[in-house]
């Protein structure tokens, strides 16, 4: 079946705008993740959803981040007011459920650029 | 908070070298590791797992054992090949939480 997808696989875009970035998570997977990966780094956790619960938003860096998710399907994470140090890859992550085991397939990614 | 350490790279080997990539770990609870292989324009992917104690996980000639009495996730691959050449992350999971990553440790093997 399919993977997880991303979109757009490349965005550009000037400081102060805002942007969104869309993830389509595997089919019936229950938990979805981003990360954020700056050049050179590891990846650090932004927010989380699972289910119906309320998602745990514990790694946002900011309130111009905020994401949705529409049931158990497409998420999609906005940066407002871009800043350059926005500038990194968003990743995006799906799992079957959420247990301590249970692996987590990761999208291509989302490479943004603030000028 | 929980951390992953990983040794910092970047790794240049040889073909058909051994190679030993260090990974520690700090958790609360009793997490489940993970090493996670990036290959170059390409995504984030799993390499192998252990979920408790002992377990080794494997895959395309790669281990790595789950030793709790030193904290330790270690990578280790007998013959490299320049097909290995990515950026490597330990990773581990404590509960329903997010992964907790390491800083990656980049890998290049010269035939």
């Known amino acids: 079946g399919a993977g997880v997808s991303q979109s757009p696989s490349n965005k550009v875009t000037e400081k102060g705008k805002d942007v969104e970035l869309r993830c389509d998570p595997i089919?019936?997977?229950?938990?979805l993740y981003w990360y954020r990966q700056r050049l050179g780094q590891g990846l650090e956790f932004l927010i989380y959803f699972q289910g119906n619960s309320a998602p745990d938003k514990s790694g946002l860096p900011s309130d111009r981040f905020s994401a949705e998710r529409t049931g158990e399907s497409v998420s999609t994470l906005t940066i407002q007011r871009t800043q350059q140090e926005d500038s990194a890859v968003y990743l995006c992550a799906s799992s079957a459920i959420a247990g301590r085991s249970d692996t987590q397939y990761f999208g291509p990614g989302t490479r943004l650029t603030v000028l | 908070g929980d951390s992953v350490t990983q040794m910092e790279g970047p790794v240049t080997l040889s073909e058909e070298a051994f190679l030993t990539i260090n990974c520690t770990y700090t958790?609360?609870?009793?997490?489940?590791l993970f090493w996670y292989v990036q290959y170059p324009g390409e995504g984030l992917q799993l390499l192998l797992k252990a979920t408790k104690a002992d377990d080794k996980g494997s895959n395309k000639g790669f281990e790595a054992t789950y030793r709790k009495e030193t904290t330790s996730f270690h990578l280790e691959k007998g013959s490299v090949q320049v097909s290995d050449s990515a950026v490597y992350f330990c990773?581990?999971?404590?509960?329903?939480?997010?992964?907790?990553f390491g800083k990656g440790t980049r890998l290049s093997v010269i035939a």
């Open positions: 990773a581990l999971k404590a509960g329903n939480t997010p992964l907790v």
């Open positions: 089919s019936g997977h229950t938990a």
């Open positions: 958790a609360t609870g009793y997490p489940s």
